[in-house]
Nanobody
Framework: QVQLVESGGGVVQPGGSLRLSCLAS?????????MEWYRQAPGQQREMVAS???????????TYASDVKGRFTISRDNSKNMVYLQMKNLKREDTGVYYC???????WGQGTQVTVAS
């Protein structure tokens, strides 16, 4: 069984920053797993914004949706079994619920709300 718990969401002004955290527990070791962040905007389908893929021993490849590239950074702390999403220069269109996802387990967190508004 795998549990993912996100935190760090909130209300931020355009141009601001937030860092989301995802704590993984149960039978998952983040070090060996591809981990992803998704966003679901109001009235929209859930879409992937960032992915961290295992490329080798402690090597990870990151990919990003085109609209967040250069502003969002996915990272992980394997010692804490955690994954992060650093978001900078936030825009109103970044508003939504952000989910952590472990594709090998098809496991989702409960989501954390991010609202970008002045």
């Amino acid at each position: 069984q795998v549990q993912l718990v996100e935190s760090g969401g909130g209300v931020v002004q355009p141009g601001g920053s937030l860092r989301l955290s995802c704590l993984a527990s149960g039978s998952i070791i983040v070090r060996y797993q591809t981990m992803e962040w998704y966003r679901q905007a109001p009235g929209q389908q859930r879409e992937m914004v960032a992915s961290s893929t295992v490329g080798g021993v402690s090597n990870y490849a990151s990919t990003y949706a085109s609209d967040v590239k250069g502003r969002f950074t996915i990272s992980r702390d394997n010692s804490k079994n955690m994954v992060y999403l650093q978001m900078k220069n936030l825009k109103r269109e970044d508003t939504g619920v952000y989910y952590c996802y472990a594709p090998s387990y098809d496991a989702w967190g409960q989501g954390t709300q991010v609202t970008v508004a002045s």
